[in-house]
């Protein structure tokens, strides 16, 4: 379905009765990500997943989409389908940072928060710099470039080589992104700033989820920003990389209900 907010169309799905949980999906992709959940997640809760602004079936971006902008999006989409009681947000890689920000300035709209393969840490120098320069380069000549090298980046070897039905999906949705609004989401992942200070004072229940074999956001990583969240739970999705909703989805599936039925 489509909701419009201020004149802008975003693309959603809405499955299920029960807790409201929503998925925010990863960077450059869209809410096709989130197949492997619906079968298994909507049977227990209220499913809300959006495209982000520019992304899927949502209308076009341009210059810089902020982490708060996402955030606010996602805050008027709530109100526009009438959801009045607080959700368990869900982010994967940008999805995160997204939920970190939405986090910050809407806690009392949040009953959970999972943080799937992310970082509340801002972007390095030198991260930043490779941002700037990859929007340039999508600016000029398009998106192949990263339907070519990201799937390599997001996905273990044993994704690589024995699901190519994952592998082609990725590729589909980072061939179906328009490179105005990659480019405005680079530029807003470059833009956020730290969250770390965010992370001790974070209420509700957290859950934080990284990929075995994710290079992005290591497990280490991520172990050490749970650490810094009161009494969040932290757990590995074996066989998966940046990805484990689409690379091991019984276990990514098994882990957010375990939380949601905590």
């Given at each position: 379905?489509?909701?419009?907010?201020?004149?802008?169309?975003?693309?959603v799905d809405i499955a299920g009765e029960g807790e409201p949980v929503?998925?925010?999906?990863?960077?450059?992709?869209?809410?096709?990500?989130?197949?492997?959940?619906?079968?298994?997640?909507?049977?227990?809760?209220?499913?809300?997943?959006?495209?982000?602004?520019?992304?899927?079936?949502?209308?076009?971006?341009?210059?810089?989409?902020?982490?708060?902008?996402?955030?606010?999006?996602?805050?008027?989409?709530?109100?526009?389908?009438?959801?009045?009681?607080?959700?368990?947000?869900?982010?994967?890689?940008?999805?995160?940072?997204?939920?970190?920000?939405?986090?910050?300035?809407?806690?009392?709209?949040?009953?959970?928060l999972a943080l799937c393969h992310t970082k509340a840490v801002d972007?390095?120098?030198?991260?930043?710099?490779?941002?700037?320069?990859?929007?340039?380069?999508?600016?000029?000549?398009?998106?192949?470039?990263?339907?070519?090298?990201?799937?390599?980046?997001?996905?273990?070897?044993?994704?690589?080589?024995?699901?190519?039905?994952?592998?082609?999906?990725?590729?589909?949705?980072?061939?179906?992104?328009?490179?105005?609004?990659?480019?405005?989401?680079?530029?807003?992942?470059?833009?956020?700033?730290?969250?770390?200070?965010?992370?001790?004072?974070?209420?509700?229940?957290?859950?934080?989820?990284?990929?075995?074999?994710?290079?992005?956001?290591?497990?280490?990583?991520?172990?050490?920003?749970?650490?810094?969240?009161?009494?969040?739970?932290?757990?590995?999705?074996?066989?998966?990389?940046?990805?484990?909703?689409?690379?091991?989805?019984?276990?990514?599936?098994?882990?957010?209900?375990?939380?949601?039925?905590?």
């Amino acid at each position: 379905m489509a909701i419009m907010l201020d004149d802008v169309s975003f693309g959603v799905d809405i499955a299920g009765e029960g807790e409201p949980v929503v998925l925010l999906h990863a960077f450059p992709l869209n809410r096709d990500m989130w197949q492997a959940q619906h079968g298994s997640l909507c049977q227990t809760c209220r499913m809300i997943v959006p495209d982000l602004r520019g992304f899927g079936e949502s209308a076009l971006a341009h210059g810089t989409v902020t982490m708060e902008q996402y955030a606010d999006d996602l805050a008027g989409l709530l109100d526009a389908i009438g959801c009045k009681h607080p959700v368990t947000l869900c982010g994967v890689s940008m999805g995160g940072y997204i939920a970190l920000a939405f986090a910050k300035k809407y806690p009392d709209r949040l009953r959970g928060l999972a943080l799937c393969h992310t970082k509340a840490v801002d972007d390095t120098d030198d991260a930043r710099d490779d941002r700037e320069r990859i929007a340039a380069d999508v600016l000029r000549n398009g998106v192949e470039r990263l339907v070519r090298e990201m799937p390599s980046k997001m996905l273990c070897d044993h994704t690589l080589e024995s699901k190519p039905e994952v592998v082609a999906l990725v590729r589909e949705m980072i061939c179906s992104a328009a490179p105005e609004s990659v480019a405005a989401a680079l530029h807003g992942m470059a833009a956020r700033p730290d969250m770390t200070s965010l992370l001790a004072e974070i209420g509700m229940p957290t859950l934080v989820l990284a990929g075995e074999h994710d290079q992005l956001a290591p497990p280490k990583m991520m172990q050490e920003m749970a650490d810094e969240i009161p009494d969040a739970q932290f757990a590995t999705i074996d066989s998966a990389a940046h990805l484990s909703p689409l690379e091991n989805p019984d276990a990514f599936n098994g882990a957010i209900r375990r939380f949601l039925h905590r």
